[in-house]
């Protein structure tokens, strides 16, 4: 798992992930919190390499190419199923990245999945909006 720092900060702000949760269940969750802490609505997140899942739309110049977006629900979470597809091995890294798609800049989590051979275990993101 990879944290790629984003130095595009339109406004002087951007989306940076403040937490890494390990979770065991089958679900990658991404929640986005404002400035105070708030959990945001209705705000694009970009979950890559769910294609065989999921439909995806061109995120060409963001993190990956070709991400699925979900948008936040009233607790400021997205989140999308994982399958088969999303297994890995360690030392390996996971295949899926995270990262929110809103006019402001985002950090890009990658290296994301389930680990094989446990229950369901993975780590979900908070992402906060912060001054840089």
């Not at 060409?60 to 070709?66: I, K, S, V, Y």
């Not at 979900?70 to 990245?97: C, F, K, L, R, V």
């Not at 890009?108 to 780590?123: A, F, I, K, P, S």
Request: net charge negative.
């Amino acid at each position: 798992m990879a944290i790629d720092h984003t130095s595009n900060c339109p406004g002087g702000a951007v989306y940076a992930v403040t937490k890494l949760r390990e979770l065991h269940d089958v679900s990658l969750r991404v929640t986005v919190l404002d400035r105070n802490g708030n959990r945001v609505p209705n705000v694009p997140v970009a979950f890559f390499g769910f294609e065989s899942v999921a439909e995806t739309i061109d995120t060409l110049g963001a993190c990956r190419p070709n991400a699925h977006v979900e948008y936040t629900n009233q607790d400021g979470e997205a989140n999308i199923p994982m399958g088969w597809g999303s297994a890995y091995i360690p030392p390996a890294a996971a295949y899926h990245a995270v990262w929110v798609m809103d006019s402001t800049g985002s950090d890009c989590v990658t290296g994301l999945g389930m680990v094989d051979y446990t229950d369901h275990w993975h780590l979900n993101v908070t992402f906060q909006e912060i001054s840089r």
